[in-house]
């Protein structure tokens, strides 16, 4: 069974920076895809970042892009969302997501079928 365990968030200010992890256990994690998401009260949960088992391949969400970077250590079955200059508007909490590599990489939220418990982000302004 995959587990998924994210790493803490926090409280930042407009412009800090901020990492996450995610750690997958239950199963070998180059054999999955890894994507973040996120969801911000009142509103539906969105694709922030997807990476190849490989980590070659990446996608980004159009309100990231050029700010969050997402990686991968195969070794240490950890993925990682770097985020930099923060806006009050990433508040939210974010989830990291598994797929099985043989299905692709996706951007898309119900394709996904292992979820964290989600970490709280919170942007000060």
């Known amino acids: 069974q995959v587990q998924l365990v994210e790493s803490e968030g926090g409280l930042v200010q407009t412009g800090d920076s901020l990492r996450l992890s995610c750690v997958l256990s239950?199963?070998?994690?180059?054999?999955?895809?890894m994507g973040w998401f996120r969801q911000a009260p009142g509103k539906e949960r969105e694709f922030v970042a997807a990476?190849?088992?490989?980590?070659?391949?990446?996608f980004y969400g159009d309100s990231v892009k050029g700010r969050f970077t997402i990686s991968r250590d195969n070794a240490k079955s950890t993925v990682y969302l770097q985020m930099n200059s923060l806006k009050p508007e990433d508040t939210a909490v974010y989830y990291c997501?598994?797929?099985?590599?043989?299905?692709?990489?996706?951007?898309?939220?119900?394709?996904?079928?292992?979820w964290g418990q989600g970490t709280q982000v919170t942007v000060s302004s």
């Open positions: 997501a598994a797929r099985s590599a043989n299905q692709g990489i996706s951007t898309v939220i119900s394709e996904y079928k292992y």
């Open positions: 239950g199963r070998t994690f180059s054999d999955y895809v």
């Open positions: 990476i190849s088992q490989s980590g070659i391949t990446t």
